[in-house]
Every structure is written in C-alpha cells, then in structure tokens.
C-alpha cells in the first residue's frame, strides 16, 4: 500500500529537549515536505527536499533541522524544542513529472506535538 | 494580506443540500489549484485538481477556477454526511525549478443526516 509514514504521532515534551519526529515513504517520491497546521494560519511548509541532499527551507523554518541521507526518509528535528512549536506536522511527499508538474501530494497521517 | 484567504467556517448543511465552498488569491502566478479534503485526525487528501479557468466536474464534486477574479469554488452536490470534514483550496506555482504549494486555512463543513 502506497503510504507515508510519521512517528510518533503523538509526543508531549518539555522546552530544550532534543527530539526527531520520522518520515517515510514507499512510493520513491523525489519530493518531500513537512507542514505544521495551527487554528486560523492553515498548513505552512517547514522544509521541503527536491531529492537526497537536496533540502530547502519553506515558509517557517526557525526552530527545525531536516536532513534527506535516503530517498524514502526525511526525518524533522528540533534541536531546543519551544512552546510555540507546538503544533499538528505533516509530512508529505509526491513525484514530479517530465514537465516538473505535480498535483497530488500524499500525507502522513499527522504528528501532534505539544511543548510544555 | 494572504496570499490566499478561504472562509473557515464552520458550514453546516441538511443532507442533500448543494454546497460551495470558495478561496479567493492574489498572487497572479498560481497556475494549478487544488481542493484536498482532511477528516478529523487524518492527513489532507487531493480531492480534485485544475489548471485553467473553467468548470472540472468528477462525480458530486465540480471545480470551478475564476482567474480574472482570481477565485476558485468546489461544490458539492447531493451532500452526504460522509462529506464532513475540512477542505482546504491549494494553489501552485512554479519558482526556481520547485512547485510550491500555498495553502488556504481550510473550511470544516458538516453535513447532518
């Protein structure tokens, strides 16, 4: 079954604690993203990676490290986790067409992080 | 001001009503725009996508792209209480060879039986 992965999908931890949150997918996407979802802002892109090696930072990407070592996986890190990164993440993935075109992004089922 | 801007709701509905749900953008370079669905504690999923202006029909659900008033609408038809969840319009362009993707803030609909 085509799918991208996330774990934990739920973790509550404490300001200044190092933690990763991982991402897989099976579909050999070259594309993969990390959203987080907050109440009245919608989805905003953290990082995004074109392919392995190749990473980029979206729209808010203070406070997150990426890295993309294999096709499948693109693990989010939170190097000094704070209370304002306390949020809903997605990861994301979707292949890219010879034109560079592509519509359909696949997404994790969601990781609810809370930082006290 | 956002570069997208959708109406969050909620939007309640007896079933069988028609349903339109609408985002409005600025930015002139989107040139694909998306309707995903999200039900509670899932990921967004595409529902339907579109890239020129017009009407894109697939079942119950039609896709309509306005871009000399830079707004899009999806509409449902036939509303089921299967329906209910958030729907989230997402629009593309193309900058620097990657295809980013701008989301609108999502409308939580609900359909009662």
């Known amino acids: 079954e085509a799918q991208v992965t996330q774990n934990p999908r739920y973790l509550i931890t404490v300001t200044g604690k190092k933690l990763t949150v991982t991402c897989s997918q099976n579909m050999n996407h070259e594309y993969m993203s990390w959203y987080r979802q907050d109440p009245g802002l919608g989805l905003r892109q953290i990082y995004y990676s074109m392919n392995v090696e190749v990473t980029d930072k979206g729209d808010v990407p203070e406070g997150y490290k990426v890295s993309r070592k294999e096709k499948r996986n693109f693990p989010l890190i939170l190097e000094s986790p704070s209370p304002n990164q306390t949020s809903l993440y997605f990861c994301a993935s979707r292949s890219v067409s010879g034109t560079g075109v592509s519509y359909e992004q696949y997404f994790g089922p969601g990781t609810r992080l809370t930082v006290t | 001001q956002k570069e997208v801007e959708q109406d969050p709701g909620p939007l309640s509905v007896p079933e069988g009503a028609i349903v339109s749900l609408n985002c409005t953008y600025s930015n002139s370079a989107f040139q694909y725009f998306m309707w995903y669905r999200q039900y509670s504690r899932k990921g967004p999923e595409l529902l339907m996508y579109t890239y020129s202006s017009g009407n894109k029909e697939d079942g119950r659900f039609t896709a309509q792209v306005d871009k000399s008033s830079k707004y899009i609408s999806l509409f449902i038809r036939d509303s089921q209480p299967s329906d209910s969840a958030t729907y989230l319009c997402?629009?593309?362009?193309?900058?620097?060879?990657?295809?980013?993707?701008?989301f609108g803030t999502g409308t939580k609909l609900q359909v009662i039986p």
């Open positions: 997402a629009m593309s362009e193309t900058s620097g060879g990657y295809q980013k993707v701008t």
